[in-house]
Every structure is written in structure tokens, then in C-alpha cells.
T-cell receptor, first 115, second 115 residues
Framework: AQKVTQAQTEISVVEKEDVTLDCVYETRDTTYYLFWYKQPPSGELVFLIRRNSFDEQNEISGRYSWNFQKSTSSFNFTITASQVVDSAVYFCALSDRYSNYQLIWGAGTKLIIKP | DSGVTQTPKHLITATGQRVTLRCSPRSGDLSVYWYQQSLDQGLQFLIQYYNGEERAKGNILERFSAQQFPDLHSELNLSSLELGDSALYFC??????????????FGPGTRLLVL
């Protein structure tokens, strides 16, 4: 069955530190999609990135970067030089044909950035 | 701002009552999704509509129903409310009806409290 595991329930770092949020997924499908969303304290869900399984290129967007490794079924998210505004819950999600292409969510990682 | 709007932002009601949550998708998006986020069950997909038709169903209770209108806005109706229905309800939209093969953009959510 499909599954997304975010083993880190909560991470706390001091501002300007780099931090990596782990995401491990399980799927039998060969074509699937991976996502990261951010949920700040205000509650809304903000889309960060979508990655197709056939595109293993890592991506960088400003201070954010994503490392997709099919060999280890991981899609990790790194924030460089963290800022207090990065404090949020971050969700990793998967969709494939077995989920009828609906999102299967991880439990989320709460990231606390201390000034 | 994702462009998806949800009303109301907060709703407090009593057990046994019925409420209606409203969602307007991003301009041009034909598909609407409803999600429930609760403390014990995390984020769960409820139902998807595409251009007025039900496209996919998730863990939606029989007491809950939804519809999408010709102007593409959607309503989620929750009836015979129980304490356990207290949650954050999100609406998301996407251009087509391909589920999470495309990016879903989320509204700010409606926080429902059942007393």
C-alpha cells in the first residue's frame, strides 16, 4: 500500500542553521508524484513543489532545495540559512494510480526556528 | 494567496446540527477537492468534483455530502454533527480533473468546532 513517512515529528533549530526534513515514501507504481506543502501557524496550506517520478533532478528555489532519490524512496527538503518565518508544519505527499491519483499525506514535521 | 476562497473561516455549532462550507476555486480551475484535517487522523481526502460531476471519493462519511455548481463553486454539507467532526476543512482546486497528477492549490480552510 502507498505510504508516506515523515519520521521527524518536530525539529527545532536556531535561525540561520540549515535544516533537512525527511520524507520516505512507499509505492508499487512506476509513475507517481511527490509534493511538499507548508502549513504556517495561520493554518493555510501552501504549495512548495511537485516532482514526477521520472524526473530525478534535484531542485533549488532560493533557500529551499529538494533531493529526490528513487533508490532510497526519499524526497528530502532542505532549508538553508533558516529564518523565523520558516516556522511551520511541512507535509510531504504522494499520489499514484493506486491512490486514484489522490494525495496520500505524511503526518507532517513541525519546524521551529528560534531567533 | 492561492486564489481559492473558503467561507466561513470559523464555524461553531452544536452536536446534531447541519452546516454548509463554501469554496470558490481559482479562476479557470475546473476541479475542486475537499479535505479534512483533524488532530487524530491528519489530512484526509474527502471528495473531488470536476466541472460539476463527482470524480473521486475518499474517506467521506455518509453524513457528509458535496456538490459543485455550474459556476464551479462547491459546497460541503455536514449533517448530524458529532464532536469528532471538529476539524479544519480545506478546499483545493486544480485546472483539470487529473487528481494529484497536477498541483492542487488550497484555500485558507474553515475551522469547524462542534460543541
Amino acid at each position: 500500500a502507498q505510504k508516506v513517512t515523515q519520521a521527524q515529528t518536530e525539529i527545532s533549530v536556531v535561525e540561520k542553521e540549515d535544516v533537512t526534513l525527511d520524507c520516505v515514501y512507499e509505492t508499487r507504481d512506476t509513475t507517481y508524484y511527490l509534493f511538499w506543502y507548508k502549513q504556517p501557524p495561520s493554518g493555510e496550506l501552501v504549495f512548495l513543489i511537485r516532482r514526477n517520478s521520472f524526473d530525478e533532478q534535484n531542485e533549488i528555489s532560493g533557500r529551499y532545495s529538494w533531493n529526490f532519490q528513487k533508490s532510497t524512496s526519499s524526497f528530502n527538503f532542505t532549508i538553508t540559512a533558516s529564518q523565523v518565518v520558516d516556522s511551520a508544519v511541512y507535509f510531504c505527499a504522494l499520489s499514484d494510480r493506486y491512490s486514484n491519483y489522490q494525495l496520500i499525506w505524511g503526518a507532517g514535521t513541525k519546524l521551529i526556528i528560534k531567533p | 494567496d492561492s486564489g481559492v476562497t473558503q467561507t466561513p473561516k470559523h464555524l461553531i455549532t452544536a452536536t446534531g446540527q447541519r452546516v454548509t462550507l463554501r469554496c470558490s476555486p481559482r479562476s479557470g480551475d475546473l476541479s475542486v477537492y475537499w479535505y479534512q484535517q483533524s488532530l487524530d487522523q491528519g489530512l484526509q481526502f474527502l471528495i473531488q468534483y470536476y466541472n460539476g460531476e463527482e470524480r473521486a471519493k475518499g474517506n467521506i462519511l455518509e453524513r457528509f455530502s458535496a456538490q459543485q455548481f455550474p459556476d464551479l463553486h462547491s459546497e460541503l454539507n455536514l449533517s448530524s454533527l458529532e464532536l469528532g467532526d471538529s476539524a479544519l476543512y480545506f478546499c483545493a482546486s486544480s485546472p483539470l480533473g487529473t487528481g494529484a497528477r497536477e498541483t492542487q492549490y488550497f484555500g485558507p480552510g474553515t475551522r469547524l468546532l462542534v460543541l
